[in-house]
């Protein structure tokens, strides 16, 4: 049996959460999927501050702006959430299959909005395969999600926001954080975030990267060295840092494979972080009515995927003939927001990934 | 070890349990995952690669890695970072790609 659904959103973080309020409240009926046992992706455990302005929610925490979230979401009759719910495959002829509860099942979606997120990037280095090694979003989850001590002592490798904010996540937890380590000359977050680190004694070594690891059966320590200007080792300057956990905070790629098995034009882009799919100004895809939103189209912050989720879940809102005039308004508000969070010197990456994006759209057909 | 005090969150654990991992017994509770329960054990290596026979632990702890995989019940290839611990759970090391029961 196939199930027809008016907008499906694929994936329950910040963008998928906003997309499906965006489009219920304009009118239209959707179904989120969500493969995790709850909703609101990564927001679970992010217990920082989060920036930005106030439409945004600026200077609350990720964590309850994931729980006003996901509250607006499941009280909202217009909209059905299916957890521990796998979007396995989507096909030419528009059916979705969905893995739950060890069922296939079949969906026929009008719209579908791909918010399906990111994963964590992983280093090259001898030994990197030792457990004990984990990405810095794991060490995250273990800590804030499941309440348990991550590591004794740990070793950050990375000194951009998710490193710097996950290495002071830690000393709350009661980790001894010995260093973080970047290769870049440069760290690359928000120096407030640096300055926490700073201030509890925390060293972080620009011009630094793990040479190897090492352990028997599980990691017992790593050699760091440093690099010179052209990103090579420097011979002589290994130091041995025991540790039971190395974290790696080396970057995001796009989830982007429901948009390749999808058949939308894809696209190498550097400064967004891996293979996305080129998207118009609403965020379409080059297949007709299947919109991305958030980390999946390009890694950004959780505040740009949320406005990114409310740009397509209106913009999807306008296609199905719902409220067009002032979700058409809503759109165009969202756009501006984005056009904002991005305008500052951190936002020149982004920036520069977007434009090739404009470049490729005639391509696309988008 | 589990967090005790922590400035920003508070912890609702659920009920304490009972599973086993290699046949040795290890407390758990309901609202932790099968690799946090263990990982707060102290036990790290969940597994080995199978041409090399590597020690193998978590990565992602989201369910996106396939790193975890473990039989659990007698099903193997249950990611244990994304299922939620119950009483009474035989939690083993896979053998290679495992073999799924008729």
Known sequence: MIRNVEVMVIGGGPAGLCAARAASEAGAHVLLLERDDVPGGQLVKQTHKFFGSERQYAGDRGIFIGQMLVKEVTEDPRIEVMTDATVLGMYEDGVVTVLKDNQHLKFRPKKTIVCTGAAEKFLTFPNNDLPGIYGAGAVQTLMNVGGVKPADRVVMVGAGNIGLIVSYQMLQAGVDVACVVEAAPNIGGFLVHAAKLRRAGVPIRTGWTVKEAYGNGKLEGVILCQLDEKWQQIPGTEVDCPCDTLCLAVGLTPLSELCWQAGCHMEFIRELSGHVPITDENLMTSVEGLYAAGDVSGIEEASSAMVEGRLAGYAVAVSLGYDVERAQKEVEAARAELVELRSGPMGGKIRAGLVKVAEKRGEAGC | ?102
Do not use: W
């Open chain 2, 1 to 102: 070890m589990r967090i005790e005090q922590h400035p920003i969150l508070q912890f609702d654990r659920g009920e304490k349990v009972t599973f086993t991992f290699n046949g040795q017994k290890v407390e758990g509770y309901t609202s932790e995952t099968i690799a946090a329960a263990l990982h707060a054990a102290g036990i790290r290596e969940l597994g080995h690669s199978q041409n090399l026979n590597r020690p193998r632990g978590l990565f992602c702890a989201i369910g996106n890695c396939s790193s975890c995989f473990m039989t659990v019940d007698g099903e193997p290839n249950v990611r244990v970072c994304v299922t939620k611990l119950k009483d009474g759970m035989v939690v083993e090391e896979q053998e290679g790609k495992g073999v799924v029961q008729a």
